[in-house]
Every structure is written in C-alpha cells, then in structure tokens.
C-alpha cells in the first residue's frame, strides 16, 4: 500500500471525495440497473403472451394448409407456391431505451404476395391458410424484435452489474483502504511529533533550569 499511496493530508481529502464520487456512481448504476429489470419483465411478460399467439396462430395454418392440400392435392399446392416470391422485403431501425439501442424490425406488407388464386375455384382451407399465414408473419416479425430488444436490455444489464460489483470489489476496496492506510500513517507522525515537542520541552525547561543555576 505504501508503494501505491502517497500517504498526504491533500491524498486523504482526494480520496475520500473519490469514494463520495463513486459512490453517487453507484447509487446512479443500482437505479439504472432497477430501470433495466423493469423494462426486461414487461418486454419478457410481452414476449411470451406474443409467443403464445404466433404458437396458436401457426397450429391454425397447419391444420388449414393440410386440409387445403388434401382438397387439392400437394403437386397444384406446390405449383402455386413456385409462383410466388421466395423474398420478403424487410426494415430496420433502433430506437433508444435508457441509453440502449433497441432494434426495430418492421416487415413490408406490399412485399408479401397477394392470393395467386381465386377463392371460389380453391378450397377454402388454401385460404384460410393464406390469412393466417400472412397474420403471422406480421407476429413473427414482432417476436423477433422483441427478442432482440430482450438481448440487447440483458447485455446492458450484464455491463451494469458487472461495473457494480467491480466498484463493490476493487474501487471501494482500493480507496477504503488507502484512506485507513493514510490516516494510520498521519496519526504515528502526529504522535511521533507530539512526542518529540514533548522532549523539546523538556530539554529547554532543564537548559532554563540550569541556566538560572
């Protein structure tokens, strides 16, 4: 400690300012840390009951698109789905969350096909399928920037609590130490003058005596 500390009045005084400051940092980083949790159990709670909705919505396209193709049978199904675009056409963006970027994903709906047949001369299951399809893909795209906004609030949340627990384990540590060092130091020298004043004052009391002899 003694190699690292210059052991001053002026170092103590910096240094116990530097543990107020650190301190306010980390009420400052707890507070954060709070808000982040908070955004991280709403977006969670969003994210499953979207989740549960892409899930059923899904189950529905399934049973739709098996009962369409037992209607027409899969070689007309395959040959409308050749027809169409294999592509979808996709936006992203970011927005800022309490200093986090949130991507934002957003699906071009004029770049999902139109029905590529007519309703009256297919079953009303290839349809169905279709709506709900495109219902889905529409929810998909949601679950899939909710997850990723759930990513980016656990990566911040990560960095926030990882700058606490080095302030609880090293900083605080560093500068609480130092001030006991520097005060232990500053207390032997205050003694060691006291002490040395003492033996002054007696040296000059016995030359007074002798002196007056």
Same mark, same amino acid.
């Given at each position: 400690m003694s190699q690292k500390v210059l052991p001053t009045k002026i170092n103590l005084v910096q240094y116990k300012n530097q543990v107020k400051l650190v301190r306010n940092i980390k009420r !400052? !980083? /707890? #507070?954060k840390r709070e808000v982040l949790l908070l955004?991280? *159990? #709403?977006?969670?709670?969003?994210? %499953? *009951?979207?989740?549960?909705e892409v899930n059923e919505t899904l189950k529905v396209v399934y049973e739709s698109y !098996? &009962? +369409? @193709? =037992? =209607? /027409?049978g899969i070689q007309n199904i395959q040959t409308i789905a050749d027809s169409q675009s294999p592509s979808l056409s996709v936006s992203g963006s970011t927005k800022v969350i309490f200093g986090v970027k949130i991507p934002i994903i957003q699906l071009n709906e004029a770049s999902i096909p139109p029905k590529p047949f007519s309703e009256v001369e297919t079953s009303p299951y290839l349809s169905e399928s279709y709506d709900r399809m495109k /219902? +889905?893909?529409m929810k998909v795209m949601e679950l899939v920037e909710l997850e990723s906004t759930i990513r980016?609030? @656990?990566? %911040?949340?990560k960095k926030t609590q990882r700058l606490i627990n080095s302030i609880d384990t090293s900083i605080l540590p560093f500068y609480n130490k130092s001030i006991k060092y520097i005060? &232990? @130091?500053? $207390? $032997? *020298?205050?003694?060691?003058?006291?002490i040395r004043l003492k033996v002054i004052r007696k040296i000059l009391q016995r030359k007074k005596t002798y002196a007056g002899i």
């Open positions: !400052l !980083l /707890e #507070n955004y991280l *159990r #709403n977006y969670a709670a969003e994210y %499953e *009951r979207l989740y549960i !098996l &009962q +369409a @193709v =037992s =209607s /027409e /219902e +889905a893909l980016a609030l @656990v990566a %911040e949340l005060k &232990q @130091v500053l $207390d $032997d *020298r205050a003694r060691e003058d006291f």
